[in-house]
């Protein structure tokens, strides 16, 4: 009966360590998972900046073209 006992405590003994093992691995890739969502995070954060930019070049670019069109009207009525 007391060899049964000390292997059954045994066996919870190495239970336990196998149980903290992966409590350490599940901490060590929440950490991970954690920096790899700050990394997107910072990555969404420059993405819409560079959309910003963009929507703004393109804001300039139809006033450039409105521009060119008017000087074109302009020139094409000083023809007339």
Do not use: C, D, N, Y
Not at 20 to 47: N, P, R
């Amino acid at each position: 009966m007391g060899t049964r006992v000390m292997a059954l405590s045994a066996e919870t003994i190495a239970l336990s360590a196998e149980t903290i093992a992966l409590s350490v691995e599940t901490m060590a890739l929440s950490v991970k998972t954690m920096a790899l969502s700050v990394k997107t995070i910072a990555l969404s954060v420059k993405t819409m900046a560079l959309s910003v930019k963009t929507m703004a070049l393109s804001v300039k670019t139809m006033a450039l073209s409105a521009e060119t069109m008017s000087l074109q009207v302009k020139k094409l009525v000083s023809t007339l």
